[in-house]
C-alpha cells in the first residue's frame, strides 16, 4: 500500500518562501506518478504541479513562474519549493500518486479523480 506523507507546511508572509515534501512509502517512487494538488474550504482539489510523461514539469497558471515542483527517487520524496508567495496560495496543500502500471498508457495528471492515492495535507498560510 502506497502512502505518501506531506511536510513543510507552516505560516508565512506573503513575498515569503517555503519547501514541502511529500515522503512515499509501500512503492518503489520510480513506478509512481505524482503531483501537488492544493485544496481551500469549499472548493475542490487544484492541480498545482505534475509531471508530464516526457518528464517536463506542469503547472496551474496560478503559480507558474513562482512554484517548482522536483523529486528524488534516492530519497522516495517529492519537492514544491513555494516562492513569493500571495495570500490567495493559502490552502491545504495534498501529495498524490497514481501507479504508473494502472494508468492504462494514459495520463490524466492534471485531474484529481486520476489519482489513487493521497497524504493527509499540509496547511500553508500566507498573510500580507
Known amino acids: 500500500q502506497v502512502q505518501l506523507v506531506e511536510s513543510g507546511g507552516g505560516s508565512v508572509q506573503a513575498g515569503g518562501s517555503l519547501r514541502l515534501s511529500c515522503a512515499v512509502s509501500?512503492?518503489?517512487?520510480?513506478?509512481?506518478?505524482v503531483a501537488w494538488f492544493r485544496q481551500t474550504p469549499g472548493k475542490g482539489r487544484e492541480a498545482v504541479a505534475f509531471?508530464?510523461?516526457?518528464?517536463?514539469?506542469g503547472y496551474s497558471d496560478s503559480v507558474k513562474g513562482r512554484f517548482t515542483i522536483s523529486q528524488d527517487s534516492a530519497k522516495n520524496t517529492a519537492y514544491l519549493q513555494m516562492n513569493s508567495l500571495k495570500d490567495e496560495d493559502t490552502a491545504m496543500y495534498y501529495c498524490?500518486?497514481?501507479?504508473?502500471?494502472?494508468?492504462?498508457?494514459?495520463?490524466?495528471?492534471?485531474?484529481?479523480?486520476?489519482?489513487?492515492?493521497w497524504g493527509q495535507g499540509t496547511q500553508v498560510t500566507v498573510s500580507s
Open positions: 498524490a500518486a497514481k501507479e504508473r502500471a494502472r494508468s492504462g498508457g494514459t495520463w490524466y495528471g492534471w485531474s484529481e479523480s486520476w489519482y489513487d492515492y
Open positions: 509501500g512503492s518503489t517512487y520510480s513506478t509512481l506518478w
Open positions: 509531471f508530464y510523461p516526457s518528464g517536463i514539469t
